[in-house]
């Protein structure tokens, strides 16, 4: 669609850094995106991302579901963007929390393992974690367009039920670590309408853990 250049420098990714690149990314999507689809340039898009997780999970809400899309993965091993052929995929999975009497949270773990402890030491010991994960999550596990298409499957099932069970108005809080592609899906899977609103957080290290970074819709936050 378009290179992700970051505006604003920043080694720990503080609150200025989300702001100045959301609106970069919203004001792209319009002109160079929305503004073609309305007028019938474009009928279906190739998606190839690179960018910090919170804002590929922005630019799939952008994209939605109404627009055919193809989102590709950059591979490692070997490097490249095209799917593999004839390989072996894992399947998601969903663990559930014991309690959900907490703060509702969902962690997108397909590229590293996500130890609870780092979700609850900031939401609270009584958070209610969802997690959406692999059985051996790496950080070059997706490997077809096969694979995507069940996660899409089975994060519609989950934000319904997360929803079921807390409440549309709740906040949801996102933890990703995932593939780009992962990522880009799970926000393209999201309904405007009916979902609940989401607080996304993003690893930084320098910071000592995830920080929120970006609310959809703007002003969400718990």
Do not use: C
């Not at 922005?58 to 390989?87: A, M, N």
């Not at 939401?123 to 899409?152: C, F, I």
Request: net charge neutral; hydrophobic share 40%; aromatic share 8%.
């Amino acid at each position: 669609l378009f290179p992700y250049t970051t505006l604003f420098r920043s080694s720990d990714r503080d609150p200025e850094f989300w702001r100045i690149e959301t609106e970069n990314l919203r004001r792209k999507f319009e002109t160079r995106v929305r503004e073609r689809l309305a007028v019938g340039e474009v009928d279906h898009l190739s998606v190839f991302s690179l960018a910090p997780q919170p804002l590929l999970i922005l630019l799939g809400t952008l994209l939605g579901d109404i627009v055919p899309s193809d989102v590709y993965q950059r591979h490692r091993e070997p490097p490249t963007w095209k799917w593999p052929r004839d390989v072996a995929t894992q399947e998601f999975e969903l663990k559930e929390p014991v309690s959900a009497s907490g703060t509702p949270a969902l962690v997108l773990a397909s590229s590293a393992t996500v130890v609870e402890e780092r979700i609850t030491s900031l939401l609270g010991r009584d958070a209610s974690l969802w997690m959406v994960t692999l059985p051996t999550p790496h950080n070059d596990a997706m490997k077809s367009r096969e694979q995507l298409s069940q996660l899409r499957s089975l994060l519609r099932f989950v934000f319904d039920r997360i929803k079921a069970t807390h409440g549309q108005s709740a906040v949801l809080h996102v933890f990703p670590a995932a593939a780009i592609s992962a990522a880009v899906e799970f926000g393209r899977v999201r309904m405007p309408k009916a979902d609940m609103p989401w607080l996304i957080y993003d690893q930084v290290n320098a910071r000592g853990g995830f920080i929120p970074a970006i609310s959809i819709p703007e002003g969400a936050r718990q």
